[in-house]
C-alpha cells in the first residue's frame, strides 16, 4: 500500500490495518486519521510520534505496559498478536535455554517490580544476549530515564512495523 492508497482508507480500515503499530494501542491511529492526508509514510510516522510525545508521563508509562513481556507467558501459550510473536521469534525468544529462560523471567520480574511497568526494547534491532544484556543493565536505571528509554524503543518498533505496511516513496520522504 502507498501513502496515497493510505489517505483514501475509511476510518474504520485505517484502525484496522494500524491498529497495532504501537502494540494493542489503537487509539493512536484512531487520534491520528484526523491529520490525514499525509504528505509521505514519514509524515504519517512524525504524526504518531508527536502524538505519543503529547501524551502525559501516566499516558506513556500506558504504552509500555501495553507491551507483552519478551519469552513471557503470552509467548509461552500462544497469545500474543502477530507482530509480536513474529518479533520475539526472530529474536530467539522461543529459544532460549532453560537457564536463559530463568534468567529472563527473573530479569523482568525484578523490572517491573522495580518501575511498575514491563521492560520493552526492539526485539528486531537486538538478539537474545544482547537483549539479555540490556534487560539486566536497565534494571539499574533510574525510573525516568527508563520511561524515556522504553519509549523510544515503542518508537523504533513503531518505524518498523509502520514500514512492513506502507510503502516507502524514494521521490517523497518529506
Ligand atoms: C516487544 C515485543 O513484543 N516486540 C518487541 O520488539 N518488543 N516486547 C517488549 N516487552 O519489548
Redesign the pocket.
Known sequence: MDITAVNALPYEEFVNIFGNVV?KCPIIPAAVWTRRPFVSLNALETAIMEFIDALPESGKEGI?RC????A?R?LQIGT??R???E??TG?GMDALSPKEALRMAHL?EEYKKRFDF?????????DKAN?LQQLSERCQNPRAVERTR?VE?VK??CR?RLQGLVLTDPLNKL
Open positions: 502494540e509500555l507491551h507483552p513481556d519478551l513471557g503470552d500474543l498478536t507482530e509480536s510473536r518479533e520475539q529474536a523482568n514491563p521492560f520493552v526494547i526492539c526485539a528486531r534491532m537486538n537483549i522504553g524503543e523504533k518498533i518498523l
